[in-house]
């Protein structure tokens, strides 16, 4: 796989959302681990400036992210805009749905409002409210980025027919894409994306989450990605196990380790060219174990930090012949 070259981004580009890279070797065995991999910022970097925002994307290049996550929703008058929560009061200074606001009231918003800092003595800071960082639309996120830098757009609200046309038109006329995937937890989203033939999906979270249950509770490998397919899911996630009975049910919570050697084989039994997503990688021995499992890139909220993690892990990486699998109570 073409690694990222300190100061400059892909030379030539690696294309990941072209499928021109090389997975790294299998897990189960001893062989070095080459290239590490690719660190999506999660929001731009929800954990190092206001998620969304241009701020946030500036910061993710300079330490040196390798794909761009960003939150699409649809304002008032029908534009494309980067946020995330159903309503603006989670992470602004006003009330209300996006959908209430033209693009041009939404850049007014201030983004930052919530977001703080705390330094070593514990004290928190607001820093965004003396420097206010507005809701960018997706023209100006594609803009404010390297031209030939992956980016991954994840699509909120519903219904999705109108945001999926406004969201096409915007990668129509910037030519962007070749260089952008579609991610949603929604099913409609894949549906309507599926209209246009340039565009690259996500799997359904639904498809890949059923996959994941079956190879992890030993009901074996169905129905495995086609060739060139994206896929994504959490490394770790909390779930609730539902137990039927004749007269009701039983519940356990578990706290599941998802990519595991076995569901990794599965996913690529038909093609070592099945790209994979591991979500919420935030340290160095979860960024360790999706390098030794062959994982294609992690969601990351903070660029900062994995880059000092990255920088930090000893090359050539060296596995053990097996990683622990399974769900653990």
Known sequence: MLRLIRGGWFVPLCAVLL????????????????????????????????????????????????????????????????????????????SGPVAGKTAAELARVNAGWTFKQTDAAGQVDYPYRRHPAGVPTLRDALRALPPTMPVILDMKALPAEPQTQAVAKVLTEEEAWARVAIYSTE???????AAYPQARLFESRDATRLRLLRVLLDDGCMDAPAASAWTGFELHRKLTVT???????????????????????????????????????????????????????????????????????????????????????
């Open 243 to 329: 137990e039927k009975f004749t007269l009701g049910e039983g519940r356990s919570e578990v706290s599941a380790t998802m990519w595991t050697p076995a569901t990794v084989a599965c996913f690529r039994k038909q093609s070592s060219k099945v790209r994979i997503v591991a979500i919420a990688v935030n340290n160095g021995d979860d960024y360790r174990t999706a390098a030794c499992l062959g994982i294609d890139a992690v969601l990351a909220d903070s660029p900062r930090e994995m880059a000092a993690i990255r920088e930090g892990m000893a090359r050539p990486l060296r596995c053990p012949a097996s990683i622990g699998a399974g769900i653990d109570p």
């Open 19 to 94: 499928g021109a890279c090389a997975s790294a070797p299998p897990a189960s065995t001893t062989a070095p681990v080459l290239a590490l991999p690719l660190v999506v910022a999660h929001r731009g970097g929800t954990a190092d400036a206001p998620e969304n925002t241009l701020e946030a994307i500036r910061q993710a290049l300079e330490h040196h992210a390798d794909v761009m996550w960003l939150t699409v929703q649809l304002s008032k008058d029908g534009v494309p805009v980067l946020y995330r929560p159903a309503d603006l009061s989670a992470l602004t200074d006003v």
């Open 187 to 193: 099913a409609a989203y894949q549906r309507g994306f």
